[in-house]
């Protein structure tokens, strides 16, 4: 049965998945580049960012290597497609990915603020939806076609669905530093009853923490 998995959050010792001041030069929030080394420092980011790759190999290249495996298509909000807030002045912002975004699905962007769907290349489309968890999941699922649904950031989207029960798979990557401010997943939202670990490894650059949704919970 095709699952809501989030892949390779980064997430900071003090639980932030982006640093404070979020603006188009700094998208990650200030000091939030770092949450994101460890991908950058395996073949399969060397990759991406097309450099040489060291052979090196590794746990953390084999969770780099999982990122958009079995997905057919994408959920994020607003603030991970880009950093235009309230209405739309035009429709030239297009995300931060260049013409060729990474998804390579339909991707639904959680906005108040609707536009219509763009297609880029290499198959992304993105929607812009104002609607429920769950009718956007639902819509997901069908866009999908019997594959599994991404959940990407930002932090608010993450704990929308969360409350909602509806991630089956949350894989987090814990790297070590302290942001100290910025936007965090696990706010207000308990011990996340219907969750357990399922998984704990950890390399020489981060821990790797998989919890699933607990069948029938």
Not at 49 to 66: C, P
Not at 189 to 194: D, I
Request: glycine share 14%.
């Amino acid at each position: 049965m095709p699952k809501l998995r989030v892949q390779n959050l980064s997430i900071s010792l003090d639980g932030y998945v982006a640093g404070p001041d979020q603006s188009q030069d700094n998208p990650l929030g200030v000091g939030g580049e770092a949450l994101h080394h460890w991908v950058f420092a395996t073949d399969h980011g060397r990759a991406m960012m097309g450099e040489e790759k060291t052979g090196a190999g590794g746990l953390d290249n084999e969770y780099a290597t999982r990122f958009g495996v079995g997905i057919g298509a994408t959920i994020m909000g607003r603030n991970m497609f880009g950093p235009v807030r309230g209405e739309w002045p035009d429709y030239s912002w297009n995300g931060w990915w260049g013409p060729n975004p990474p998804y390579h699905n339909d991707t639904f962007v959680l906005t108040h603020y609707p536009r219509p769907s763009v297609e880029m290349e290499g198959g992304t489309v993105f929607h812009f939806v104002n609607d429920t968890p769950e009718a956007v999941l639902k819509r997901a699922f069908e866009a999908a076609d019997g594959k599994d649904v991404a959940l990407g950031g930002g932090a608010s989207v993450i704990r929308q669905f969360l409350r909602a029960g509806l991630v089956d798979s949350l894989h987090l990557a814990q790297v070590p530093i302290l942001l100290g401010a910025g936007e965090r997943i696990f706010e207000d939202l308990g011990t996340l009853p219907g969750y357990e670990c399922t998984k704990l490894e950890s390399s020489a650059a981060v821990t790797h923490i998989t919890f699933e949704r607990i069948a029938g919970a």
